[in-house]
């Protein structure tokens, strides 16, 4: 099975900054990448898809970059409302077998 | 107004069976895969299982194959996970999730809508 490593784990950041975390693939899985926000009690909600296309509704300050086995989800001025917990997934093995990361906690500094 | 509503989920001892559901609206479900996943309790997120529109491919995670099975009935909007031999280690909030490419469209197997989860507790 693809294993997806981010890091880091877990960050602290203020309102304003530019926040980056990263995704890496134990292979090779082209830019079928997809990267979810979840907030406490809630649901995951899709962000980005296809590594850099981003999901209807989502705000432009909310990017994704990479291909092959590295990747980065950029929160480029960090909001109130996006302190979260972030997941990135891969949808590249056929048959699927979906994985996500492990998960990257954005805490109020 | 597009969404899924899993239910079913209870406490059950191990070695026991179960069985979810999630009721589907506001879209065509038929013309789209479905998902579980689930999320064990201070913990991340876990694929379980898809279903193709059809109900004709069935794919599941490692850690459940053998003992999950998942089906779908397009003529009730509905998808279902019976759940056997269960474990403590599949006690989870399970979600039921709608894949985000429509039947004939490039394959994407992410997830854009998502239900509220059900809690699946597994425990003596």
């Known amino acids: 099975a693809i294993r997806m490593t981010q890091s880091p784990s877990s960050l602290s950041a203020s309102t304003g900054d530019r926040v980056t975390i990263t995704c890496r693939a134990s292979?090779?899985?082209?830019?079928?990448l997809a990267w979810y926000q979840q907030k406490p009690g809630k649901a995951p909600k899709l962000l980005i898809y296809?590594?850099?296309t981003l999901q209807s509704g989502v705000p432009s300050r909310f990017s994704g970059s990479g291909s092959g086995t590295d990747f980065t989800l950029t929160i480029s001025c960090l909001q109130s409302e996006d302190f979260a917990t972030y997941y990135c997934?891969?949808?590249?093995?056929?048959?699927?077998?979906?994985?996500f990361g492990g998960g990257t906690k954005v805490e109020i500094k | 107004e597009v969404q899924l509503v899993e239910s079913g989920g209870v406490v059950v001892q191990p070695g026991g069976s179960l069985r979810l559901s999630c009721a589907a609206s506001?879209?065509?479900?038929?013309?789209?895969?479905m998902h579980w996943v689930r999320q064990a309790p201070g913990k991340g997120l876990e694929w379980v299982s898809l279903?193709?529109?059809?109900?004709?491919?069935?794919y599941y995670a490692d850690s459940v194959k053998g003992r999950f099975t998942i089906s779908r009935d397009n003529s009730k909007n509905s998808l279902y996970l019976q759940m056997n031999s269960l474990r403590a280690e599949d006690t989870a909030l399970y979600y039921c999730?709608?894949?985000?490419?429509?039947?004939?469209?490039?394959?994407?197997?992410?997830?854009?809508?998502w239900g509220q989860g059900t809690m699946v507790t597994v425990s003596s």
């Open positions: 999730a709608k894949d985000m490419a429509a039947v004939g469209a490039t394959t994407v197997h992410a997830f854009d809508i």
């Open positions: 506001g879209f065509t479900f038929d013309d789209y895969a």
């Open positions: 279903i193709s529109w059809d109900g004709g491919s069935t």
């Open positions: 292979q090779g899985i082209s830019s079928y």
């Open positions: 296809a590594a850099s």
């Open positions: 997934q891969q949808y590249y093995s056929y048959p699927p077998s979906l994985t």
